[in-house]
C-alpha cells in the first residue's frame, strides 16, 4: 500500500459526507481511497479522478453517465456503485469497500490455476459482465486487476464503465494503455470501438493467463503486443501447458477469435459454454496437473476441503500441514498391516484374471454408445485412448446435431472393433441451408425477430447509405434473401444510414426538385439570377453532394432564374411550354437495362441516378403524363 503522508485528500471530507482515511492506489487515471460514509456510518472505496481528465467537460459528463449506468446494475458479483459527486475541483465515485486482493495477486502467488479452478473462477466474472451486457453496458477493461477476490473467496467485478468514459475522451496517451494492451481486442487496437464481445476477448484473454500463467502476447513494447493481437492468433493454452483439455483450448480459441462476429456474443453466452465446459471436466484433474497453492471458490460454492486450506491461516504456496494422526489413526494402521499378505495374494488374483481377460478378449474394444453428439476433440481423445486410431472426415450438414459435434461414426456406436482399428468421425457442419427471409426495410429489432423465428442468429450488423431504405433500416443482409445459408453460421444485417444528397449543380431545376421530393425531402426553392449558367438549372444546393439525409429533412435548391414570354408560354432555355403530353410508363422493379428500353420506347430521355443495385428503386417522375423527349430519371 503507497503512502499517504503527502496525499492533500487524506483528512478531509469530501461534500460534507465522505471523509478521507487513507490511499489504497494511485492509477493512470484515478486514486482510490477508504473512506468513511459519514451519513451512513460505513466504510465505502473513493475513486477520485485526476485534476487532468476532470478539468476534460466531456469526460466528465461521460464518466457521469457511465457512473449512473454501473449503478443500476444489480449482481452480487458486480462492485457496487453508491454515489457519484463533485466538490470543487474533485470529481468522485463512491463504490462498495471490498475486502481481499485482487485476481492479479492470486495469480502471482499461484503463478497458475488448474483448467477447474479457473473456470470456477470465470463464471462468477462472466455473469458479472453478462449483468452488465444486458444492460448495454460495456466493461472495455476485463483484467485480473479489476477482478476482486473477497476474503470469503467471492469474486466481485469494479471498474464497469471507467474504461468506456476514457476511450470516449478520446485520449490515446501511451502510459494509459501500457496495463491493459495485453488483453485489448483487435477491434480497439484498430479503431478504438468495443462492444460486448471486446469484453469477451479480454475474457479468454484472462482465461489464457490463468491456466498457463503468460498472457498469450508478449513483446517489448505495447505496440508490439498490439501488432500481434490484431496480426497473430491466440495459441491453444495446451501449447504451453501440455494436458490441459482440449475442450478448454477449444473455449479459448473461440472467445479469442479475431474477427468478433467468431466469438460468442456476449458474456451470458460465453458464461454458458465455460460451464459445459466445467461439467466435463474430471473433478481430479487440478490434482492430476502439477500445480499448488491457495484455491479460490466463487461465492455460493462450498469449498472441498479435501484440496483446499485458507489463505488467511496458511503462507501464500505453503503446503498445507500434515493431518495429526490419533490413536484411532494408529491402531487402524496397526490392523492394517495384518491384512498386508492377503491385499498382496488379491492384488496377484486380479493381475492373473486381467492376463487372461486380455488373451480372450482384450484384443476387443466397443466404439462409444454416446459418441454421437460429442465434440470431435472430446471424442478422438476417448477413442485414442482406448487404443483406436481416428480419422476425421469432411463435415455435414445434420438437423439433428450441433456444428463441431460428431454426426456420423464409421464403426457406429456400440460396435466391436480391434485394437489399432481405424474409427472415422464425421463432423456436423450445422443444419441444412434453408432461404435467408427478406428483412428489407424493417428495423434492427423487427429483423432479428423474423432471422430468430426462421432459426438463424443474427450476426454483425454495419450500416451503408441508402437512397431507397430510410436511416435505421435494413437494406440488406449477407447472404442476401432467399439465398440457401445453414442457421448454424449467422447472418450479417447491413442498416441504412440514410440516403446521400446527390449532385444537383447544372440540373434542370424542376427535374432536381421532383427528384428530392421523390426521396422524401422537404425542398425549398429560391431563385437568383447568374450570366453564364443556363436558365432554369440549379446553381447552389445545401446541404451539400454526399451529405447524409433523411426522409423529411430540410433542403434548399438555388435556381437560375429564365426569361420567359407570353405568360411563359416560350421561355429562352429552349422549353416549349406546350410540348405534347404522352403517358411515362412505371419502370419499379424492373431490371435497370429493360427499363430504360421501355422508356426510350416510350419517347423520353433517360437519365441513370446513383446505382447501387440492379433494379429501378425509384423514378422521376413516376407515373402521369410529361412532354415527349422530356428526362426521366431511375435510379438503382
Not at 370 to 394: K, N, S, T
Not at 451 to 456: A, C, I, S, T, V
Request: aromatic share 4%; with cysteine.
Amino acid at each position: 500500500m503507497d503512502t499517504t503522508v503527502a496525499d492533500p485528500l487524506v483528512g478531509r471530507v469530501l461534500d460534507g459526507r465522505y471523509r478521507i482515511e487513507s490511499r489504497i492506489a494511485r492509477g493512470g487515471m484515478a486514486t482510490v481511497y477508504v473512506a468513511r460514509d459519514i451519513r451512513l456510518d460505513r466504510t465505502v472505496a473513493i475513486k477520485v479522478m485526476h485534476a487532468g481528465l476532470a478539468a476534460d467537460d466531456e469526460f466528465v459528463r461521460r464518466f457521469i453517465g457511465e457512473a449512473k449506468a454501473a449503478a443500476a446494475l444489480s449482481n452480487p458479483n458486480v462492485v457496487a456503485v453508491y454515489d457519484q459527486g463533485t466538490d470543487g475541483e474533485h470529481v468522485y465515485l463512491v463504490m462498495e469497500y471490498v475486502r481481499g486482493r485482487t485476481l492479479r495477486d492470486l495469480l502471482t502467488a499461484r503463478g497458475r490455476l488448474g483448467p477447474r479452478e479457473a473456470l470456477e473462477v470465470m463464471q462468477p466474472v462472466l455473469a458479472a459482465l453478462g449483468a452488465a451486457h444486458r444492460a448495454g453496458l460495456v466493461h472495455r477493461d476485463v483484467k485480473p486487476e479489476n477482478v476482486l477476490i473477497t476474503e470469503d473467496g467471492q469474486a466481485k467485478v469494479a471498474d464497469f464503465g471507467l474504461a468506456r468514459a476514457e476511450t470516449a475522451s478520446g485520449m490515446t496517451k501511451t502510459g494509459m494503455i501500457i496495463g491493459t494492451v495485453g488483453y485489448l481486442a483487435p477491434e480497439q487496437v484498430l479503431s478504438g470501438s468495443a462492444d460486448v464481445r471486446s469484453d469477451v476477448y479480454a475474457a479468454g484473454t484472462m482465461l489464457f493467463e490463468l491456466v498457463t500463467g503468460e498472457l498469450p502476447h508478449q513483446g517489448d513494447t505495447p505496440l508490439a503486443v498490439a501488432y500481434k493481437h490484431v496480426n497473430e492468433t491466440v495459441p491453444p493454452p495446451s501449447t504451453l501447458v501440455p494436458g490441459l483439455p482440449h475442450r478448454l483450448d477449444a473455449l479459448v480459441t473461440r472467445a479469442t477469435a479475431r474477427q468478433p462476429a467468431d466469438r460468442p456474443q456476449d458474456a451470458n453466452a460465453m458464461l454458458a459454454e465455460v460451464a459445459e465446459v466445467h461439467a466435463g471436466l474430471p473433478r481430479d484433474i487440478d490434482e492430476r496437473m502439477p500445480q499448488g497453492g491457495t484455491a479460490v471458490m466463487p461465492a455460493g460454492m462450498p469449498p472441498d476441503r479435501t484440496r483446499m486450506f485458507d489463505a488467511r491461516t496458511a503462507p501464500t504456496g505453503a503446503p498445507p500441514p500434515p493431518p495429526r494422526r490419533t490413536p484411532a489413526d494408529r491402531a487402524i494402521g496397526a490392523l492394517t498391516g495384518r491384512y498386508v499378505l492377503i491385499a498382496i495374494g488379491a492384488i496377484a488374483a486380479v493381475v492373473l484374471g486381467w492376463a487372461v481377460w486380455y488373451q480372450t478378449s482384450g484384443q476387443y474394444d466397443r466404439v462409444p454408445e454416446q459418441i454421437i453428439g460429442m465434440r470431435v476433440a472430446d471424442a478422438r481423445d476417448q477413442l485414442e485412448q482406448g487404443g483406436l486410431d481416428v480419422r476425421v472426415a469432411e463435415p455435414v450438414f445434420n438437423d439433428r446435431v450441433r456444428k463441431g459435434e460428431v454426426a456420423i461414426s464409421d464403426p457406429g456406436p456400440g460396435a466391436r472393433v480391434t485394437q489399432g482399428a481405424t474409427v472415422t468421425l464425421t463432423p456436423s457442419k450445422g443444419r441444412t441451408p434453408r432461404e435467408v427471409p427478406d428483412v428489407t426495410g424493417k428495423s434492427e429489432d423487427e429483423a432479428r425477430r423474423i432471422l430468430q423465428d426462421k432459426g438463424f442468429t443474427p450476426g454483425e450488423v454495419s450500416s451503408a447509405p441508402s437512397q431507397s431504405v430510410a436511416k435505421g433500416r435494413v437494406t440488406r443482409t449477407s447472404p442476401a434473401a432467399g439465398q440457401k445459408h445453414s442457421p448454424d453460421e449467422r447472418v450479417r444485417i447491413v442498416l441504412s444510414s440514410g440516403m446521400s444528397m446527390p449532385s444537383l449543380l447544372g440540373r434542370n431545376g424542376q427535374e432536381a426538385e421532383n427528384q428530392l421530393r421523390g426521396m422524401g425531402l422537404d425542398v425549398k426553392v429560391e431563385k437568383r439570377k447568374r450570366e453564364n449558367s443556363a436558365p432554369g438549372s440549379v446553381i447552389g444546393q445545401d446541404p451539400d453532394p454526399g451529405t447524409g439525409v433523411s426522409s423529411g429533412d430540410k433542403v434548399t435548391l438555388v435556381v437560375n432564374e429564365r426569361d420567359c414570354l407570353f405568360g411563359g408560354f416560350f421561355c429562352n432555355d429552349g422549353n416549349r411550354g406546350d410540348g405534347e403530353q404522352i403517358p411515362v410508363p412505371n419502370v419499379m422493379g424492373q431490371p435497370i437495362d429493360q427499363a430504360r428500353k421501355a422508356l426510350r420506347n416510350s419517347g423520353f430521355k433517360v437519365e441513370i441516378g446513383s446505382r447501387v443495385g440492379n433494379r429501378v428503386v425509384g423514378q422521376n417522375p413516376i407515373g402521369g403524363q410529361a412532354p415527349r423527349g422530356s428526362k426521366v430519371t431511375i435510379w438503382g
